[in-house]
T-cell receptor, first 118, second 114 residues
Framework: DAGVIQSPRHEVTEMGQEVTLRCKPISGHNSLFWYRQTMMRGLELLIYFNNNVPIDDSGMPEDRFSAKMPNASFSTLKIQPSEPRDSAVYFCASNKIQGAGHSNQPQHFGDGTRLSIL | AQSVTQLDSQVPVFEEAPVELRCNYSSSVSVYLFWYVQYPNQGLQLLLKYLSGSTLVKGINGFEAEFNKSQTSFHLRKPSVHISDTAEYFC????????????FGTGTRLQVFP
C-alpha cells in the first residue's frame, strides 16, 4: 500500500517566485494535513482538510500561503510570492477520521519537501 | 489551552543502555497521546498511541510508554537501545474524536553511541 506521496522532495528557488508543493494522500483517507518544520519553531500545523473541505487554516502564516484540495487524492500548498523565511521542510499527512465514538486513526506522513528560498 | 512539553531537547546514551524520553501534556479535557519518530530526511512514523484502556502502551521497535494522568505525563521508554534508534522523537496530543488536530512537542533528539 503506497504511503503519502509528496513532490518535489527538494525545491530551491529565488525569492519572489511562486512555489507549489504537492501531496497525494493514502487512498481511502478522508483527512489531509499540511505541516511546516523549522529548527526555530518545530512542527507547526498549517491547515487541514476533512472530506476535501478546509477545517482549520489558523496556522497559515499569511496571505501568501494558500492550500487547495480539489479532490480526495490531491492537495497543493502554494506560496506566492516566496520569501527566504519560508525555507523549511513541509510535510503532508493523511488519516481516516471515523465518526463520533470511534478512535482516531494515526496520521501517516510523507517524506516532506525541503524548500529553500534564496 | 492544550500543549505538549518535551523536557529534553537532546538525550545522549550508549548502546544497550535504557532510555526515557519525557513528555508532559496540558489539557483540561481528555486527551489522546502519541509518540512519533523521525529518521533523517524522512517523515514522521507512529511509534505508539494511547487512546484509552491500559495505561502502559507498547509500540514498535521495543518502545513503550506509560500514561500517567495524575502527573500529566506520557514518557517513552526502551530497556535497551540500538544505534539504529538514533532519531528525533516527538510527543503529540489531540483532544477529540471529531478533530484530529495534533499538537506536537518540540522534539527530543536521541543520540545512541557505540
Amino acid at each position: 500500500d503506497a504511503g503519502v506521496i509528496q513532490s518535489p522532495r527538494h525545491e530551491v528557488t529565488e525569492m519572489g517566485q511562486e512555489v507549489t508543493l504537492r501531496c497525494k494522500p493514502i487512498s481511502g483517507h478522508n483527512s489531509l494535513f499540511w505541516y511546516r518544520q523549522t529548527m526555530m519553531r518545530g512542527l507547526e500545523l498549517l491547515i487541514y482538510f476533512n472530506n476535501n473541505v478546509p477545517i482549520d487554516d489558523s496556522g497559515m502564516p499569511e496571505d501568501r500561503f494558500s492550500a487547495k484540495m480539489p479532490n480526495a487524492s490531491f492537495s497543493t500548498l502554494k506560496i506566492q510570492p516566496s520569501e527566504p523565511r519560508d525555507s523549511a521542510v513541509y510535510f503532508c499527512a493523511s488519516n481516516k477520521i471515523q465518526g463520533a465514538g470511534h478512535s482516531n486513526q494515526p496520521q501517516h506522513f510523507g517524506d516532506g519537501t525541503r524548500l529553500s528560498i534564496l | 489551552a492544550q500543549s505538549v512539553t518535551q523536557l529534553d531537547s537532546q538525550v545522549p546514551v550508549f548502546e544497550e543502555a535504557p532510555v526515557e524520553l519525557r513528555c508532559n501534556y496540558s489539557s483540561s479535557v481528555s486527551v489522546y497521546l502519541f509518540w512519533y519518530v523521525q529518521y533523517p530526511n524522512q517523515g514522521l512514523q507512529l511509534l505508539l498511541k494511547y487512546l484509552s484502556g491500559s495505561t502502559l502502551v507498547k509500540g514498535i521497535n521495543g518502545f513503550e510508554a506509560e500514561f500517567n494522568k495524575s502527573q500529566t505525563s506520557f514518557h517513552l521508554r526502551k530497556p535497551s537501545v540500538h544505534i539504529s534508534d538514533t532519531a528525533e522523537y516527538f510527543c503529540a496530543s489531540t483532544r477529540s474524536y471529531n478533530t484530529d488536530k495534533l499538537i506536537f512537542g518540540t522534539g527530543t533528539r536521541l543520540q545512541v553511541f557505540p
